[in-house]
């Protein structure tokens, strides 16, 4: 189904599938309002920690901005290429028009930015500068290299209420299985609708750590 939908994506065939946007407005398809229903109804179980995955170019950076808009918290985005850091911040300012971002290089920031962005390797190399609890919501894109040092150095060492992760390859990370390491042993319980792919699956082991830590 991955790769049916990539193609159709190449072809330009589906139209009706990315976020529409209207002037300076932008609104959500329904698979994404439902992805949005989903990751409300696993943090109301309590839930922690999330991935959410889909074929590449189909809106997950979307519904994950949204998501953190809705929240409201102080948020944390991760990237494992610099590139992204800046067409990210472009959508924030689109779909959360009213809180501040700012791009993390090695300085410090001023105490009321809102939105946080940052490759993984400069925020690794700069926890000191954060306290443990500075954020409230991470999101990790392309979280299939979550298994690598610096991921679990950083989401180890972050008290985040919520974090989710984006990836088109959930099962490999540098040739290694993805749930052998820092985001591993989904539950069998995996949401979202079947010919859309959009899958919101947790994580027990990563949610139990992060509870414990937050005691």
Sequence with gaps: MLLFLEHEIAQGTLDGFLPRQQGSEISLREHQTDALQQLIELRNQGKTIALLTHAT???KTHIALFDARNLGLK???LAHRTPLLSQTQARFAEIWKDASSAIYRNRHLKPDTQIVLSTIQAM????TNFNEREFGYIIVDEAHHA???TYRKVLGYFKAKFILGLTATPERQQGAILDRDILKLCSSTRFG??????IACTYSVCESSYQRRSN
Excluded: K, P
Aim: glycine fraction near 10%.
């Design 124 to 127: 690794a190399a700069s926890l």
């Design 75 to 77: 948020t944390l985005y």
């Design 147 to 149: 298994a690598a040092e």
């Design 193 to 198: 609708r079947c010919d859309r792919q959009w």
């Design 57 to 59: 170019g189909t809106g």
